[in-house]
C-alpha cells in the first residue's frame, strides 16, 4: 500500500521540483542579465543623458535607430533620448534631444559645439536653450517658420544651428512607440 501512494505522488513531486528548479533557474539569469546591462552603461553618455533627465539611472540603446531609451531607478520608462547635427555659424553642433513622449520635448543638451565664445555665450546668457524646455515636437521650429522658438541677436545662425540640430534629432522620433 505504501508503495502505490508514492508511486502516485511520485510525478507530482516531479513537477514541484522542476517548477522550483526552473524559477531558480529565471531568477538567477534575471540577475545576471541585469549585471551584463549595468555593466554596458557608459558613464559619459549616462551623464549627458542626465542632463537632460536628472533622475536617469539606466539606459538601453537601440543600435539599428540610434534612439535611448531611458529608465530611472526604480527601471521605469521616463522617455527617450536621440542625437542630431547641423552647422552653426562655425561649426558643427551637435545636441542631445530628450522626449518624454513623442510629442513632448523634455530638454535638449548641447555635447559638442565649436562656435565663436561671444556668440555662444549670448545664447546662454538669453537662456536660449530654455524655450526647448516642455514644447511640443510641433512647435519646435523658428516663429517665422511657424513654430515658437526665437533666435538671439546677435547669434542668428548658432541659434538656426542648435534648432536644425534639434529638427534634425526629431527625425528619429519615428522610431519610438
Request: hydrophobic fraction near 40%; aromatic fraction near 12%.
Given at each position: ?65 540610434e534612439v535611448y531609451t531611458v529608465y530611472n531607478n526604480g527601471r521605469t520608462h521616463i522617455g527617450y ?46 537662456n536660449f536653450f530654455d524655450q526647448f524646455d516642455g514644447i511640443k515636437v510641433a512647435d519646435c521650429n ?11 541677436t546677435g547669434a542668428t545662425y548658432s541659434s538656426r544651428g542648435v534648432v536644425a540640430a534639434v529638427q ?10
Amino acid at each position: 500500500m505504501r508503495l502505490r501512494w508514492t508511486r502516485a505522488l511520485y510525478p507530482a513531486l516531479l513537477l514541484v521540483v522542476l517548477t522550483a528548479a526552473s524559477i531558480a533557474s529565471l531568477v538567477a539569469m534575471a540577475g545576471y542579465t541585469r549585471a551584463v546591462l549595468e555593466s554596458q552603461q557608459n558613464p559619459e553618455t549616462l551623464a549627458a543623458l542626465q542632463q537632460v533627465f536628472p533622475e536617469a539611472t539606466f539606459y538601453s540603446f537601440d543600435i539599428d535607430t540610434e534612439v535611448y531609451t531611458v529608465y530611472n531607478n526604480g527601471r521605469t520608462h521616463i522617455g527617450y533620448a536621440f542625437y542630431g547635427s547641423k552647422w552653426g555659424y562655425i561649426s558643427n553642433i551637435t545636441v542631445l534631444v530628450g522626449l518624454e513622449d513623442s510629442q513632448t520635448i523634455r530638454g535638449i543638451y548641447v555635447t559638442k559645439q565649436l562656435e565663436s565664445p561671444q556668440y555662444w555665450k549670448r545664447l546662454v546668457d538669453k537662456n536660449f536653450f530654455d524655450q526647448f524646455d516642455g514644447i511640443k515636437v510641433a512647435d519646435c521650429n523658428l516663429e517665422r517658420y511657424g513654430g515658437i522658438l526665437d533666435t538671439v541677436t546677435g547669434a542668428t545662425y548658432s541659434s538656426r544651428g542648435v534648432v536644425a540640430a534639434v529638427q534634425d534629432a526629431l527625425t528619429k522620433i519615428e522610431y519610438i512607440d
